[in-house]
Nanobody, 128 residues
């Protein structure tokens, strides 16, 4: 079965760094075009797209994380990463990995509704 598993979450002080990982299994993303993304959701708030990439090389970031977060992938390991630097308390949320086959990113970040595969989430807490 298709499975996305996030790891790397934790608790850090403001200004610190974390790197999240998302390992994919049960699906061959190399065989087709794809989009992969990181979303986050804080209590009482809607799920928000943070960063996304596609197999054509496009990258997208929400304005609030530009210059601080970097999305990347390791095809050999079938793993997606989110490097988070200069973390702020506002970044506190559960972070989810998402993916979709046969996908190319539009000019703006797509909503969560286009993604068909989701991980269970990893918690990131940033203290002031």
């Amino acid at each position: 079965q298709v499975q996305l598993v996030e790891s790397g979450g934790g608790s850090v002080q403001a200004g610190g760094s974390l790197t999240l990982s998302c390992a994919a299994s049960g699906v061959n993303f190399i065989a087709s075009s794809y989009c992969m993304a990181w979303f986050r959701q804080a209590p009482g708030k809607e799920r928000e797209g943070v960063a996304a990439l596609d197999s054509a090389g496009s990258r997208s970031y929400v304005d609030s994380v530009k210059g601080r977060f970097t999305i990347s992938e390791d095809n050999a390991k079938n793993t997606l990463y989110l490097q988070m630097n200069s973390l702020k308390p506002e970044d506190t949320a559960t972070y989810y990995c998402a993916a979709r086959r046969w996908c190319r990113l539009p000019e703006t970040m797509p909503s969560s509704s286009i993604y068909t595969y989701w991980g269970q989430g990893t918690q990131v807490t940033v203290s002031s």
